[in-house]
């Protein structure tokens, strides 16, 4: 007998379809002995549908089979019970089950003893019954019985019978979707708008790099590079080289219904040839006119723009022959380009300078996009030849020497040759060493094979390696940098923009490495787009100029300043009380002549401006500085406190939860990498606090952390709606993980900076030699209650949300083993395009 069971779980608040399975059989049989030694049977002999399409199903119940035998002479008696729970819909409910007879006894032959006779019935309480198809053994108000004759005889009579039932019932569930088709088009859009976030920094950088003459210039030409990366995401990916008697088959084996968004959008080799040759030449470019403040030299352009001719022709010798129209088309537009250079004979001034490097860049925006359509650019097949992989590997070292280019900038002085040359090699390699030995490695099959996914191609593989690589090269460039200008007074001609760079790369790294995967989440895309504006707000354009006097500040002079404000701030206050004294005064022994001297008396020292804006100007000055520190050791002061009070809450996420944007396999220990990078993102936050404290938004210690944790709450809280409702990236989703994730998130963050601004004030009472009470009136109720209660609020919420178990777990689902391609290669020179 088989009963499928069609109910509502209250608590998942979604469809269990629940089939149990009890038969029969005979003792000493065929049949008995397989189930002994093999187990039990699937069972299945129904389908499941929704709408008229297959349901799919979001996870399974708990699937038991038992078998009982009182005697070994006696029949055995077996049940087998299996469930799934359907995708949460709201509304009406439509489910169709159908019978599949020969499902039903596909495992299960009748010669070997199973049941020859099967009464199916299905159970559906609290649901109404429409349609029935196929002649039912008996029917009643919450069920339908059909009798099956599955006899050798007499089975395709009975499967040729179709025999459903259509079930409908109006449901109004309150929790989000558990399945969700992610589009290609909405993965471009929040590719969007976290380039956008990005290019917003990265112009100020290019603009304050380059000058102020050309300030303009610069942006336009990041902004005009920078809107090709999401253009060319719409490339697809070439078909791979099969013989005329091969197909490419995909295999699915994904576990539910849901389509993982690695698979929706899988960006081709055009979008990888532009973020890892053509943006990077492109700097390489930039930073050689940063140094010698002229355009690249020509020896500079031609070693750019060579290698990806070089490739055809090593494609060509490795056996992927490119056609004659590929060949032609390269020719007329090297012909093209070299008319479209003679018009620099004709032309002065800057055009004249900059159009050989910019007939440099049309070409290889030419030559990539002939390139990405070379099938073994998006190969998936490992068994490329020597010469193929070397052409591979020729358009990957751009990177490198870009970041090898910028170190000597960075600390103010060239690098010999031999440096530069280790620097290059050592950097390349990182970024690539997985993806060569994934290539040349020879692994038994028989084993678990860790390299994989670094098999894939590099182009539209996307591993983490040159990611993490990037991400924290990138980050050592900019401390290297703020470490060269550090000194009092020293600002140098880009440290505004690179502390808004850094704060970027700090919210990218707070929940793992940014990657395609992460950056193609809403809520990772608008909390990139967030920080970046918010970054603007909290290091304004040209703060370091107006600020300039505020970081000469020595120790000496904070303590003066310190002194001025206090004694500002008593007159000021003792002002306020002898007016609201001096009424009964007047009427009783004081004179006009008394209170005029005394009320001028006590005014506040200055004469430019309002009174009140004496008093705030002389609280800029005491509470605004470093108070005599350097800003480089500023900086270290904040990242070691900001780590510090992180450090409960850093080690609880190392230890119980996983990374963001990661690989499903990490060799190198690249998953210790990434939990290095979210565990040490609290300190970039508080390095820049120090670093830039004298630039941030705000008056007091206190002031400044509460706009510093205004401008990063959006990459602590935004990713997290994501990972807890978003069935695409969560693997259970819940409001309440979501809503308990978020007030966690947030309240940690409000307790760290507003314990790092009390911490930042009281060091600077320090520096001055006075107590922290004189700076901080502890006997007024709002100076105690608003920074005490705010972090007892906030850290009650994030002990709570600790204690209760019920933390969100931020982890993506596995981005590989989900759609795999088998396709052979021929083994002969093919042609392409």
């Known amino acids: ?428 390699g990182m970024m690539t060493v997985p993806f060569v030995f994934a290539r040349l490695a020879s692994l038994s099959q028989k084993e678990l094979d860790v390299w994989d996914t670094y098999r894939l191609p590099f182009f539209t593989g996307y591993a983490a390696s040159p990611f993490i690589v990037l991400t924290v090269s990138g980050i050592t460039l900019q401390i290297a940098y703020l470490w060269r200008r550090g000194a009092i007074g020293d600002t140098g001609r880009a440290v505004e923009p690179v502390g808004r760079v850094l704060l970027v790369c700090a919210a990218l790294t707070a929940y793992g490495s940014p990657s395609l995967r992460t950056l193609t989440m809403w809520g990772e895309a608008i909390a990139v787009l967030l920080v970046a504006v918010a970054s603007l707000i909290l290091l304004p354009p040209g703060s370091a100029a107006a600020t300039a006097r505020l970081r000469r500040v020595s120790r000496r002079g904070h303590a003066r300043f310190m002194d001025r404000w206090l004694t500002t701030q008593l007159l000021w206050d003792t002002r306020a009380d002898f007016q609201r004294s001096a009424r009964a005064a007047l009427v009783d022994d004081m004179t006009v002549s008394d209170f005029w001297d005394r009320w001028h008396g006590m005014a506040v020292p200055g004469r430019n401006d309002d009174p009140e804006s004496r008093l705030r100007r002389a609280k800029q000055f005491a509470l605004g500085t470093n108070a005599g520190r350097r800003p480089w050791t500023a900086g270290l002061v904040g990242a070691g406190r900001a780590q510090l009070l992180a450090l409960p809450w850093a080690t609880y996420k190392a230890v119980s939860s996983g990374i963001v944007g990661a690989d499903y396999f990490m060799p190198f220990h690249m998953d210790a990498m990434f939990q290095a990078l979210r565990f040490t993102h609290w300190a970039l936050y508080g390095f820049v606090y120090g670093y830039f404290y004298a630039l941030l938004r705000g008056l007091t210690p206190v002031g400044k952390a509460a706009w510093l944790m205004l401008a990063v709450l959006p990459a602590e809280v935004l990713p997290m709606v994501p990972l807890t409702v978003d069935p695409q990236y969560a693997v259970a989703t819940s409001w309440t993980d979501m809503a308990t994730g978020c007030i966690g998130v947030a309240g940690q963050t409000l307790v760290l900076f507003m314990l790092l601004g009390l911490w930042w004030e009281w060091s600077l009472a320090r520096a001055a030699g006075m107590k922290w009470s004189q700076v901080r009136n502890f006997r007024r109720l709002s100076s105690i209650t608003v920074p005490v209660g705010t972090v007892l609020v906030a850290g009650a919420t994030a002990f709570a949300t600790t204690v209760a178990g019920t933390w969100a777990q931020p982890e993506l689902k596995p981005p590989t083993s989900v759609e795999s391609t088998q396709a052979a290669h021929q083994s002969e020179p093919a042609n392409w395009l």
């Open 1 to 428: 007998m088989l009963t499928i069971d069609v109910s509502w779980s209250r608590s998942r608040q979604e469809v269990l379809v629940q089939a149990i399975c009890t038969f029969t059989l005979p003792a000493h049989s065929q049949a008995l002995a397989s189930v002994r030694e093999k187990g039990a049977p699937y069972c299945g002999g129904y389908d499941t549908l929704r709408e008229g399409k297959a349901a799919g199903w979001v996870s399974s119940s708990k699937r038991s089979a038992d078998l009982t035998q009182r005697s070994p002479d006696a029949s055995a008696q077996a049940k087998i019970v299996r469930g799934v729970y359907l995708p949460r819909r709201s509304g009406p409910q439509d489910v169709t089950i159908t019978l599949n007879v020969k499902n039903l006894v596909e495992d299960m032959p009748a010669d070997a003893g199973f049941p020859t006779v099967w009464i199916v019935r299905v159970n559906a309480p609290k649901w109404s019954f429409g349609r029935t198809d196929g002649p039912v053994y008996t029917q009643t108000e919450s069920a339908v019985v059909w009798r099956l004759d599955t006899a050798p005889t007499a089975l395709e009579r009975t499967a040729a019978v179709t025999r459903s039932v259509s079930l409908s019932r109006s449901i109004r569930t309150t929790g989000p979707p558990s399945t969700r088709h992610q589009t290609r088009g909405e993965m471009l859009t929040a590719l969007t708008v976290a380039v956008s976030g990005i290019v917003v920094i990265a112009a100020f950088l290019v603009t304050g790099l380059a000058g102020a003459a050309v300030r303009r210039r610069w942006a336009v030409a990041t902004l005009v590079l920078a809107v090709p990366v999401c253009l060319v995401g719409l490339a697809g990916i070439p078909a791979p080289l099969l013989s005329p008697d091969e197909a490419q088959i995909h295999i699915n084996v994904s576990a539910n219904a849901t389509v993982l968004p690695g698979f929706v959008w899988k960006p081709g080799p055009l979008l990888g040839l532009w973020l890892w040759y053509v943006l990077p030449v492109a700097g390489w470019w930039f930073s050689c006119r940063a140094v010698t403040g002229r355009p690249p030299s020509w020896w500079v352009l031609f070693a750019g723009c060579l290698p990806p001719l070089l490739a055809f022709p090593l494609m060509a010798a490795g056996g992927t022959v490119p056609s004659t129209g590929v060949w032609l088309s390269l020719g007329l537009w090297a012909t093209s380009l070299a008319g479209f250079l003679l018009v620099r004979l004709l032309c002065t001034g800057a055009i004249r300078r900059w159009l050989p490097t910019g007939t440099a860049l049309l070409w290889l925006v030419g030559v990539t996009y002939w390139l990405s359509r070379s099938p073994i650019m998006s190969d998936e097949d490992p068994k490329l030849s020597s010469l193929e992989f070397v052409a591979v590997m020729v358009c990957t070292w751009p990177t490198a020497a870009w970041l090898t280019s910028l170190v000597g900038p960075v600390l103010r002085r060239p690098l010999r040759p031999v440096m530069q040359a280790v620097c290059f090699v050592v950097t390349w």
